[in-house]
């Protein structure tokens, strides 16, 4: 079955960058593309975006433009997550997904365990 | 504060039929087929309706979903104790050019 299995916590410091992986098994990595969302402690989702596993176009959300870099590698059907310039807002679990069907009609499904990044100064 | 409204908690009690509101716009709801998600305490969301109405394979019938103008309902039949999560709406918006979420709704199985 579609699994997406993420990396383990990070810890890191205010002003850092962190690089968050996404294995994917059970499925050809291209028929599906991958989205990330995230989660604050005892807050709600945040979608942070979206990329095409095909052609690797993204399409990330505004709040994370200028730092927010999703790459894929299908040699290893592994996606990654880069956020830089981290803040304590930052804190957060961060989940992948695969994303079925398009942009005004999509879903997602499954998603990862989720990894949990902190920040602190 | 999101663009989709949620409740931010909703109860019933074993057996009872409750529902849950997703209100949105024209950009959002109006034109997009909402997606619903359950969160069980400490575990990753699941999904749980996609198109407006549909189920996944291996979600109970107890869980349906609907869309009307810029409104979306999750309604949950025969409430059992294991249906106490955290419920979150989205879909696409056009504003935003991206995704959105509801703030998410607290079911309590008295």
């Known amino acids: 079955q579609v699994q997406l299995v993420q990396s383990g916590p990070e810890v890191k410091k205010t002003g850092a960058s962190v690089k968050v992986s996404c294995k994917a098994s059970?499925?050809?990595?291209?028929?599906?593309?991958i989205t990330w969302v995230r989660q604050a402690p005892g807050k709600g989702l945040e979608w942070m975006g979206w990329?095409?596993?095909?052609?690797?176009?993204?399409n990330y959300a505004q709040k994370f433009q200028g730092r927010i870099t999703m790459t894929t590698e299908t040699a290893t059907s592994t996606a990654y997550l880069e956020l830089r310039s981290l803040t304590s807002d930052d804190t957060a679990v961060y989940y992948c997904?695969?994303?079925?069907?398009?942009?005004?009609?999509?879903?997602?499904?499954?998603w990862g365990q989720g990894t949990l990044v902190a920040v602190s100064s | 504060q999101s663009v989709l409204t949620q409740p931010p908690s909703a109860s019933g009690t074993p057996g009872q039929r409750v529902t849950i509101s997703c209100s949105g716009s024209?950009?959002?709801?109006?034109?997009?087929?909402v997606t619903w998600y359950q969160q069980l305490p400490g575990t990753a969301p699941k999904l749980l309706i996609y198109?407006?109405?549909q189920r996944p394979s291996g979600v109970p019938d107890r869980f349906s979903g609907s869309k009307s103008g810029t409104s979306a309902s999750l309604a949950i039949s025969g409430l059992q104790s294991e249906d106490e999560a955290d419920y979150y709406c989205?879909?696409?918006?056009?504003?935003?050019?991206?995704?959105?979420f509801g703030g998410g709704t607290k079911l309590t199985v008295l």
């Open positions: 990329i095409a596993t095909y052609n690797d176009k993204t």
């Open positions: 997904a695969t994303y079925r069907g398009t942009y005004s009609d999509h879903w997602f499904d499954p």
């Open positions: 059970g499925y050809t990595f291209p028929s599906y593309g």
């Open positions: 989205a879909a696409w918006d056009a504003s935003l050019n991206g995704v959105a």
């Open positions: 198109t407006n109405d």
């Open positions: 024209r950009s959002n709801i109006g034109t997009k087929t």
